[in-house]
């Protein structure tokens, strides 16, 4: 990864205003259904799956929540405990202190060498009451990225004040994820995307399984 050359910073603001835009008017068609509290539609096109999931948090403190979520996504310590089969992460710029692009390492199952993958992490004010971050895969400027792109994804995580007397929080994450031709075939990461909620929610909000009774 050392020899790959990433896109310089205005194309990386560029990149991030269009996840944006395109993450706002994103929208996924099927029937939703509910895992364990989270309304969620799955829709799967091509080596793409479109998502989009849900959930309110009545009464939690949405200011804590956005910031210790906003860590997994850049901060080199806390990052696996969201990606959890991800290895080797590591920041390769800081734009400002609102956007990383970062680098992670992932070992197919199957495959004798790693695949590379650069994603821009950003988070953003809508107005004072929403906030989002924004997850996009950025393609090296190389004649072999294809070669170290393991994903062509683009996710919006939404996070939304509620304005009544118990307060709290909705959260909204949607968005898409394909892999490159070469891993088509590997559904794993696409399947780990169903634990993810709950994998996040058991951080950030309280443990949804207690093994203290085992």
């Not at 996009?136 to 072999?144: E, F, I, L, R």
Request: glycine share 4%.
């Amino acid at each position: 990864m050392k020899n790959v050359k990433y896109p310089p910073d205005e194309e990386l603001e560029k990149t991030s205003r269009e996840a944006f835009m395109e993450m706002m008017e994103y929208q996924v068609s099927g029937e939703a259904a509910t895992y364990m509290g989270w309304q969620t539609k799955r829709e799967s096109k091509s080596m793409y799956m479109h998502t989009f999931s849900e959930k309110s948090f009545v009464g939690e403190d949405m200011a804590r929540v956005f910031n210790e979520t906003w860590a997994m996504f850049h901060d080199e310590a806390k990052q696996e405990l969201l990606h959890r089969r991800r290895s080797k992460f590591c920041i390769l710029k800081k734009l400002n202190d609102n956007m990383y692009l970062t680098r992670n390492i992932h070992q197919f199952i199957g495959e004798s060498f790693p695949r590379h993958a650069m994603t821009l992490v950003c988070r953003i004010s809508i107005d004072k009451d929403t906030f989002a971050i924004i997850s996009k895969s950025v393609v090296p400027p190389t004649n072999d990225a294809q070669h170290l792109v393991w994903t062509d994804e683009c996710f919006m995580w939404k996070f939304g004040r509620r304005m009544d007397e118990q307060g709290g929080f909705d959260i909204s994450i949607r968005g898409k994820y394909g892999s490159t031709s070469a891993v088509a075939g590997n559904r794993l990461p696409m399947l780990e995307s169903y634990f993810q909620l709950v994998n996040w929610e058991s951080l950030v909000i309280r443990p949804m399984f207690d093994f203290t009774a085992v």
